[in-house]
Each structure stands twice: as C-alpha cells, then as structure tokens.
C-alpha cells in the first residue's frame, strides 16, 4: 500500500498528478497490481483511460444529494470532490452554475 496524501501537500495538481504518474508508472512496470483513490482528477482519469489490466480505479460512492458513504467500489473518476461539496454547503450553489454567469 502506498499512501501519498501528505506527500503532495505541497504541490498544485498537476504537480502531484507528474508525481504520482511517476510513482504508479514504477510500480506497473515491476509487476505491481495497483488500485488506487485520488482526489487528482488528472491523474486518476489518465489511468483509467489506459484501461491498464495492472491498476484499477476506485472511487466513493455517492448518495442522492452528494451524500458519500465512503464506500469504495471500481469506476470511472468523477472531477468533482470535497472542495466542490463544501462550497455546494456554504453558498447553496454547484460550481458548474456559478461558472455559467
């Protein structure tokens, strides 16, 4: 198991995503199956494009309303995540709308 979270703290997302593709890449190449969950859109979506038999893509399900119960099941990425919930509570709104205006 490989945990990068912290890791990228300090990075932008596409950043990370180089970094990550790197590391991933590595662990392909010398016969490691990997799954993994990223909020890195990019990065999650460039792997599971490639529909590589050695790494699958997870994700957290999601409820009616954007409620998440946390549980992982195989899938495509979805470019949204916590960032895009939280400002959904705050102003009552999806970003997508406010992009539009």
């Given at each position: ?74 899938g495509a990425p979805m470019p949204t995540g ?20």
């Open positions: 198991m490989l945990l990068c979270n912290e890791s990228f703290a300090s990075t932008n997302e596409r950043e990370g995503s180089q970094i990550a593709r790197q590391a991933v890449r590595a662990l392909l190449d010398g016969g490691v199956k990997v799954a993994f969950v990223t909020h890195m859109f990019d990065l999650a979506d460039g792997l599971h494009r490639q529909q590589l038999g050695t790494a699958l893509s997870l994700r957290t399900e999601r409820r009616r309303g954007g409620e998440r119960s946390y549980k992982l099941s195989p916590h960032g895009e919930d939280s400002y959904h509570e705050v102003f009552g709104m999806n970003v997508e709308a406010t992009q539009a205006n």
